[in-house]
């Protein structure tokens, strides 16, 4: 079970970090990605770290932006989200996979478990 938490509303050029912690796995064995879904819009990969050796891999509109990490002890994987963008409002959710489907790290259709989402609104 995957739960994301730290949502909320903040202006544009803002900071937020967003959470994830795992219950009924680790992290040893899944790798964790960051998604987003804006309303009108495909949900989209935006980072995933691997659990291999800690690659990580962003979404060119948030690199520089947005880091991702991972505290082992914690169980939890962040995301952290600096001068943020009113094009970055969206429900984002954490997902694990253990890429076994071959179609990439940012891709929707590779994880198999699903968190449910936390809203993120940027204002102008």
């Known amino acids: 079970q995957l739960q994301a938490s730290g949502g909320g509303l903040v202006q544009a050029g803002g900071s937020l970090r967003l959470s994830c912690a795992a219950s009924g796995f680790g992290f040893d064995d899944h790798h964790i990605g960051w998604f987003r879904q804006a309303p009108g819009k495909e949900r989209e990969g935006v980072s995933c770290i691997s659990s291999d050796d800690g690659t990580t891999y962003y979404v060119d509109s948030v690199k520089g932006r947005f880091t991702i990490s991972v505290d082992n002890a914690k169980n939890t994987v962040y995301l952290q989200m600096n001068k943020l963008k009113p094009e970055d409002t969206a429900v984002y959710y954490c997902?694990?996979?253990?890429?076994?489907?071959?179609?990439?790290?940012?891709?929707?259709?590779?994880?198999?478990?699903w968190g449910q989402g936390t809203q993120v609104t940027v204002s102008s």
């Open positions: 997902a694990a996979t253990q890429f076994e489907h071959g179609l990439g790290p940012l891709t929707v259709g590779e994880y198999d478990y």
